[in-house]
């Protein structure tokens, strides 16, 4: 499987972006997609992942009720709408996949797409 990410850019504080991770290869295989972000000098962290067959969806705290994912299985494609950008939200965004596997793990990343939020 391989993954592309794009959509990064630079926006100011309250502005949105959407983020799009496009799958190839053996998709069939894909149990779920990821985002996860990390910022200068900080850790890699997750941000919300969906499931790639049933939809459910999760988020971590800091942008529950500002960022929603989704996916379109026709194109291969998840998305990640980013709503009331904050500073703080600025980092290297990637997305990842779990295949379908007793013990899955993000083991297929895309290359990172830069956002950068403007105060």
């Known amino acids: 499987v391989q993954l592309q990410a794009s959509g990064g850019g630079l926006v100011q504080a309250g502005g949105s972006l959407r983020l799009s991770c496009a799958a190839s290869g053996l998709t069939f295989s894909i149990n779920t997609v990821g985002w996860f972000r990390q910022a200068p000098g900080k850790e890699r962290e997750f941000v919300a992942r969906?499931?790639?067959?049933?939809?459910?969806?999760y988020y971590a705290d800091s942008v529950k009720g500002r960022f929603t994912i989704s996916r379109d299985n026709a194109k291969n494609t998840v998305y990640l709408q980013m709503n009331s950008l904050k500073p703080e939200d600025t980092a290297v965004y990637y997305c990842?996949?779990?295949?379908?596997?007793?013990?899955?793990?993000?083991?297929?990343w895309g290359q990172g797409t830069q956002v950068t939020v403007s105060s």
């Open positions: 990842a996949a779990t295949m379908h596997s007793p013990t899955p793990r993000y083991d297929y």
């Open positions: 969906i499931n790639w067959s049933g939809g459910s969806a």
